[in-house]
């Protein structure tokens, strides 16, 4: 019986749904402990995979191809490289900010922006071919025909009759905003947003399907009540809040991750994020799928 279905966000290709679950449960099973005293079973909950559709294939070579900022497209994987050294410019003064036109060709300037993420909090520890990673995941998730569509399939394939709950990070909450929009028949569902970028204009909220109309995007149907929580430090989520875009039924928190600002771990551990859920499994799906 799945009660909550959890989807996870960017680079986590060479892991798999067993691997995360284990990551994931102890941290949800603390956030609805400091809220409530609801508890749920780990077999009540599901891990929604898409991960591999972005491993590499095989090849000759030893270890994982290296990427550089020569390999930075422009556009997209360009745009948010920039987007999130601002936001952790803004966030961290050690961190320095763009002082220079972005019209910079973007080698040069890709290459300010990974020297600078190397020393935030969040990108801290990460290879310049990670970061890189990242963006182009964001980038093949909007460009790549068979790319969307495979990861909503993983997500809506993990949704049954009895899941009351969709908990879901950083680019999985566009996975599963958009997947929902194909759900009609799930009309009891709670959304659960973590480190969301869903609301991040010119780089993520106009490429929604559907598409946002005069600048607001359509409720999902089958979601009766959402959550989004967000870290004011998270240079993931640049727009912390989603009611001004996607409506004001959306209930809009803040949390304190500490120095880990977008990691899912402790947002789930979060008391704001235990009691969403904990709502959401009292309430019940009323009309299941």
């Not at 102890?26 to 009540?44: Q, Y």
């Not at 490289?81 to 952790?88: G, P, R, T």
């Not at 640049?238 to 600002?261: I, Q």
Request: charged residues 25%; contains cysteine.
């Amino acid at each position: 019986m799945t009660r909550i279905v959890l989807v996870h966000g960017i680079a986590q290709e060479v892991k798999g749904p067993a691997t995360l679950l284990a990551d994931w449960y102890p941290a949800l099973s603390d956030g609805l402990a400091l809220a409530t005293d609801e508890h749920v079973a780990r077999d009540e909950v599901s891990m929604a995979f898409y991960g591999d559709l972005f491993r590499p294939a095989g090849h000759r070579g030893l270890g994982t191809p290296e990427l550089d900022a020569s390999d930075v497209q422009d556009g997209l994987e360009r745009e948010l490289l920039i987007k999130w050294w601002e936001s952790a410019s803004e966030q961290e003064t050690r961190i320095a900010g763009p002082a220079v036109p972005v019209r910079l060709r973007t080698p040069h300037l890709v290459q300010r922006a990974l020297d600078a993420l190397s020393h935030s909090s969040f990108f801290a520890g990460l290879s310049e071919r990670m970061m890189i990673s990242s963006a182009r995941q964001v980038r093949r998730y909007f460009t790549e025909p068979d790319v969307r569509p495979g990861i909503q399939d993983r997500i809506a394939r993990r949704i049954t009759r009895d899941t009351e709950v969709i908990v879901a990070h950083s680019l999985g909450t566009v996975a599963a905003y958009e997947t929902l929009h194909a759900l009609p028949d799930c009309p009891s569902l709670t959304l659960v947003t973590l480190g969301s970028p869903l609301a991040v204009r010119n780089l993520v909220f106009e490429r929604l399907k559907p598409r946002p109309v005069n600048g607001y995007a359509r409720w999902p149907t089958p979601v009766k009540r959402w959550t989004n929580i967000a870290d004011a430090g998270d240079v993931v989520a640049l727009a912390k809040e989603l009611a001004p875009s996607f409506g004001d039924r959306v209930r809009d928190l803040r949390v304190h991750n500490g120095a880990t600002a977008h990691d899912v771990r402790p947002y789930l551990t979060a008391r704001e994020t235990g009691q969403a859920i904990a709502e959401a499994l009292r309430s019940g799906a009323t009309d299941p799928c």
